[in-house]
């Protein structure tokens, strides 16, 4: 069994912080995983905004947030995480974005690295004092690769004074693993 992958490890680091969560977004619902652990984790009026550009992906979350008897937490918000700033005007204090394509769907429909990148540096602007983004990138297809290489190239460019960037992958997995980003965002302007 493994002990982490990048997907447990990033709801690992983010637990101990959730208790004081007023507002997370779930970037890329897939099937609710992420808006689950955000749901159950965070107090009871944190608001919870999860986006999916897929119906059948938002049908799946909300049917298990409904049988965990969250669903009242969380806004389904069928659009690209791009718009972000279309669904949320006031600062969050987490986000999760777990790239791709929808897990048991098919690889024709995936996030982009255009509007990934976009979307991040939204979220980065919308992100409270304390706050954290994680972000899981795949690097092994093709789109995923140019994704994994543009949301790197953002990262690398954040300023210091500002924002702490973290990376994790496993260094003996095979078949280009998946890599975890940890953002958190020390000072504000």
């Given at each position: 069994m493994q002990a982490y992958n990048?997907?447990?490890?990033a709801q690992f680091l983010l637990l101990p912080h959730l208790n004081k969560c007023r507002r997370a977004v779930d970037a890329t619902a897939?099937?609710?995983?992420?808006?689950?652990?955000?749901?159950?984790?965070?107090?009871?009026?944190?608001?919870?905004?999860?986006f999916d550009i897929q119906k059948s992906a938002l049908v799946k979350t909300r049917d298990l947030l409904d049988n965990h008897k969250v669903l009242n937490k969380v806004k389904l918000i069928?659009?690209?995480?791009?718009?972000?700033?279309?669904?949320?005007?006031d600062q969050v204090d987490f986000a999760m974005f777990n790239l791709g394509y929808l897990?048991?769907?098919?690889?024709?429909?995936?996030?982009?690295?255009?509007?990934?990148?976009?979307?991040?540096?939204?979220?980065l602007r919308l992100l409270s004092k304390g706050g954290f983004i994680t972000i899981?990138?795949?690097?092994?297809?093709?789109?995923?690769?140019?994704?994994?290489?543009?949301?790197k190239k953002l990262l690398s460019t954040l300023p210091t004074r500002?924002?702490?960037?973290?990376?994790?992958?496993?260094?003996?997995?095979?078949?280009?693993?998946?890599?975890?980003?940890?953002?958190?965002?020390?000072?504000?302007?």
């Open positions: 990048a997907v447990k490890l897939g099937n609710g995983w992420d808006s689950l652990f955000l749901a159950v984790n965070t107090p009871d009026d944190a608001i919870i905004y999860s069928e659009d690209n995480h791009v718009n972000i700033t279309h669904h949320i005007a897990p048991g769907g098919g690889h024709n429909i995936t996030t982009q690295a255009a509007t990934t990148t976009k979307s991040v540096k939204e979220t899981i990138a795949y690097p092994g297809h093709e789109s995923g690769k140019i994704e994994f290489e543009e949301v500002m924002f702490a960037v973290n990376s994790w992958v496993s260094v003996n997995a095979a078949n280009k693993p998946p890599i975890l980003y940890v953002i958190e965002k020390i000072r504000s302007e």
